[in-house]
Structures are given as C-alpha cells and as structure tokens.
C-alpha cells in the first residue's frame, strides 16, 4: 500500500517505528498533489518548499529523542479561510487577493504545536458563502469521484483532498453544513465540533454565530486525531468554550450497546432522493445489529430552519462583511481610475459652493466604495449582504431578524427535548448526491435547500458528523450524518468507528 493510500493512524505507527520519515510522507502527497490537482484543482497554494523543510525538522527532532506531538510529520491541508501568517490568505475572493496575516491562526498554532506539517491551503467559496465550491473568484474545485460533478461546499478543497489522497487530514469551516455536506459528496469523514469546542480566533468571519472550524479525514479515528488538536479554549476567542478537551481517541472501541438513536421523520419527506433514503436506512439497520435501539423523535420547527438561517447568516455577513470597504479592509479600486474620476470632477469641485462641494466629496468617497466592493465581492456574497443588509434594515429589522432569532430558539429547544430521549440524532446529511457543476448556479434557492438536515445544528450551536455509508448506482458516495448534544463528540466519534468496523464504504478510494 502507497503512502498516500494509508490512513494517518497507520503513517502515524509507521513514523513512531521508522518505517519512513517524514519527509518521504510529505513527499508522498506533495506528488500526489501534483499528479492529480491539474483535474480536481483542490488547492490554491502548496506549500511545497516549506513543506519539506517542516518535515525535515521533525525528522531531525525525532532522531534526536525528542518530545513530539500526536500529529507529528503528518500533513495537514487548511481551508483557505484560515489564517497562516505571512503566507496569502483569500477566503476565495478577490478582496483579500494580495492579504498576507501578520499572524497565525490558534488552531495554526496547535496544529504546529502537534508536529503537523501545513502542506497547503484548500479551495472554498468566496467567504464560505456557497455549497459547491463554484463561488470561489480563482478556480472550480472537481469532485475526485466524477470531476463534472461538484465536491460540495463550501469547504470543498479540504474534502476534495483527502478523499483523492492529496492529505491524509483536512481543516474546514461549517457555518450551515459546509463541513458534513462536501464529506458526503466525496466520501469521507467531515466533524463539525460544537460552537465553542474549536477557537474561531483568526478564522475570517462570515457569520460569526455560526461559524465553526473541525476535521476532514478517511476515518472516525483519523478525525478524532485532528480534532484532539485543534481543540480548547481560547481567551482570544471570547465565544470559545471554557470546557475541558477530553481525548477522544480513548472511547473508540466502546461497544454501542444501549446507544439510542434518534430518527426524525421530518427528514424522511419529499425532496429526499430514493437511493440517498435507502442508504441512509440500511445505516440505521447496522446501528440497530450493533446494538443500538432506534426510536422516532420529531423536531417540529426543523421546517423552518433553512428561512432562519438565510437570515441569520446574511445578517451577520453584511456587518462582518462591512469592513471591506477599500479603505480600512481589502482591495481598493485602483487608484489610477480614481485619480482620472477626481480630474474630471475637479473643476466643478472649484465652482461649486463650499456645501455643495462637500456633498460632492462625499459621493466621491461612496463611489471608492461602491467599486471597490463591487471589484472585491463576488455575485454570491453580494447577494447576501444585500440580504443581510435589508433585513436588518429600519422596518424590517423586527419582522425578519429578530423573528428568525425566535425560530432559532425554538429550534434549539426541539433539540432539546429530542436529546432528553435519545443519545444521538442519525438522518441524512443531503437531500442527494453531488450534482453536476453548473447545475445550480443559476438556481441559488435550490442550492439553499441542500442545507436542509444540516443547517440545524449550526443554529443551535450542536456537533455533527458525516461519514460515508453507501453510492448511488452511478458510482457517487452518500453519507449519514450524525448529531449530539453539546459537546458530545466523543459520543459522535464512537459510534462512527464502531460502523466502521463492520462496513467498508469509508475503504473505497478514488482512482484518478
């Protein structure tokens, strides 16, 4: 078996043994990449020399006897919403095209801390708006299973990667599913912590309520690696949770006997494809001969959850968003135009009265704006934050957002009274497999409804996971997601492994 088909607990045993270094595994993937991101286009920057260079030390550090971390000489791919300082930092758009951090992120700092080695930054739509990673302003990432198909979004880089064995781990964000729907898509293992559980510090916002950073691997135990890392509080995150980290790689093999699971018949209805419901259901089938007793469980304004999210989210966007005026934050329109736009208007200026002149500048100064952001945002954020903007607005501000907030409450109760019965919360993670690229770009309503089964965990703060657990008969992967109650991973992560055990959907590996 190649290294790069390995999975990062077995490069990790074949590290601390000697079996190859570091550097070969680096290496290794640094090829893969190379031989396979012409068609899938899964990275917007290798960090190929640096790569090596963090490899070797390890190596050395190794050889030496020293003291390493649970991830050492292991690559790590990063969604490119993440912070690394002085290396080029985009979110995928065009506004923070030429933004090099003058800081690291602290999971960047953890993951290094662990003996990662950053082996690139990963493909997304432009801040995390989008679920196909089609909205990125610099390229369209492939599904590794079918590349005229999309790898979902919009952390569909990182999965990209580790599904086509580019990394043996992936970081990503998930603000409504964007995390477990791309781990669908292409057939991995996608964690979603709970709010709180990972540092949001040096994560570039889209909606800061929401916004959650967590895992890509090939399995339950690979994840639980990951996530043991980029873990704990962080007082530089005032929203990240005091709660102890506990390691999650200890409870793995606890039989799931006594385990209920809840089923909601809500996510069972119409728009749910016959072959992902069937997948899904053969999944509940092996939960129940391990051991685990499923029972019905509603969450009735589960309904209304992706109109609440589309307010929420866009709300939040259009102020974080603001700062991006070419001014204080982000690409400025170039200042050669605005320099010929000042000499046009500049004789009027002269003859205009003093208040005149005045509001004259300052629909200058608005013009700066206007293009600035109208160059730096791309379709999708646009709309948004015009979204956002709206209801947020004087008239509509109490009958959208804060109605919304409402239903997010409600939301967050039905969970609630769902977890007083029930361990955990098993369904589908999308209405379907992936689409075609293209499909829906012009259809941005349908694309919204992807987020159906997942969206509801981000708003009441919950951790989910995705593994694989079938593919449609044209050969695309399908998952099963899974939710718990607040900083229930360990529960999650346990009953992941144990389906693992005894299938093998999560073995399958991409040919390309």
Request: some cysteine; aromatic content about 8%; charged content about 25%.
């Amino acid at each position: 078996m190649s290294l790069t088909e390995q999975t990062a607990a077995e490069l990790s045993t074949g590290l601390q043994a000697g079996q190859f270094s570091a550097v070969d595994v680096t290496r290794a993937f640094l090829d893969r990449i190379e031989q396979t991101d012409q068609s899938l286009r899964a990275f917007l920057a290798v960090r190929s020399d640096r790569a090596l260079q963090d490899a070797a030390e390890i190596d050395k550090r190794r050889a030496a006897g020293a003291s390493l971390g649970p991830l050492a000489g292991l690559p790590v791919a990063v969604k490119d919403v993440v912070c690394v300082r002085g290396e080029r930092t985009t979110a995928g758009s065009r506004m923070l095209e030429s933004y090099h951090p003058p800081y690291d992120a602290t999971i960047i700092d953890r993951l290094r801390d662990a003996g990662a080695v950053l082996i690139g930054k990963t493909n997304m739509d432009e801040y995390a708006m989008g679920s196909s990673t089609e909205n990125s302003a610099y390229q369209v990432t492939a599904n590794p299973w079918d590349v005229e198909r999309t790898p979902g979004g919009s952390s569909g880089g990182s999965a990209a990667a580790v599904a086509a064995g580019q990394t043996p781990l992936a970081v990503g964000s998930d603000t409504g599913g964007s995390i477990r729907q791309p781990a669908a898509f292409c057939g991995v293992v996608g964690v979603k912590p709970t709010y709180g559980r990972v540092s949001r510090y040096g994560l570039i916002a889209y909606a800061s309520s929401l916004d959650q950073l967590g895992p890509f691997a090939r399995t339950a135990a690979d994840a639980a690696l990951l996530l043991q890392a980029i873990s704990g509080h962080d007082p530089r995150d005032s929203t990240s949770a005091d709660e102890p980290t506990p390691v999650f790689t200890e409870g793995l093999a606890k039989p799931l006997k006594g385990l209920r699971l809840g089923v909601v018949g809500e996510h069972f209805g119409d728009g749910l494809d016959a072959e992902v419901a069937a997948a899904v259901r053969k999944a509940i089938a092996v939960y129940e001969a391990l051991g685990a007793t499923c029972v019905d469980v509603q969450l009735p304004h589960s309904r209304y959850a992706i109109a609440a999210y589309y307010i929420i989210a866009p709300c939040e966007a259009s102020s974080n968003l603001a700062r991006y005026d070419g001014v204080h934050y982000g690409r400025r329109t170039d200042e050669t135009e605005l320099r010929k736009e000042w000499r046009r208007e500049r004789e009027e200026l002269r003859k205009a009265s003093d208040r005149e002149g005045l509001k004259k500048q300052d629909s200058l100064l608005v013009a700066m704006y206007r293009k600035s952001r109208s160059a730096g945002f791309g379709s999708e954020v646009k709309r948004r934050i015009m979204l956002g903007a709206y209801a947020l607005s004087a008239g509509y501000h109490d009958k959208y957002y804060v109605k919304a907030l409402q239903i997010r409450r409600l939301i967050r109760e039905d969970y609630n009274r769902a977890f007083g019965d029930v361990d955990l919360i098993i369904g589908p993670v999308a209405p379907h497999a992936a689409y075609r690229l293209g499909e829906m770009v012009d259809d941005p309503l349908a694309m919204y409804l992807g987020d159906l089964y997942t969206v509801g965990a981000n708003l009441a703060g919950l951790p989910g996971v995705s593994t694989p657990c079938g593919f449609t008969a044209s050969g695309l992967p399908i998952g099963v997601q899974l939710q718990g109650s607040p900083f229930s991973e360990p529960a999650l992560l346990n009953a992941v492994h144990q389906y693992q055990q005894v299938t093998d959907w999560h073995e399958r590996r991409v040919q390309i």
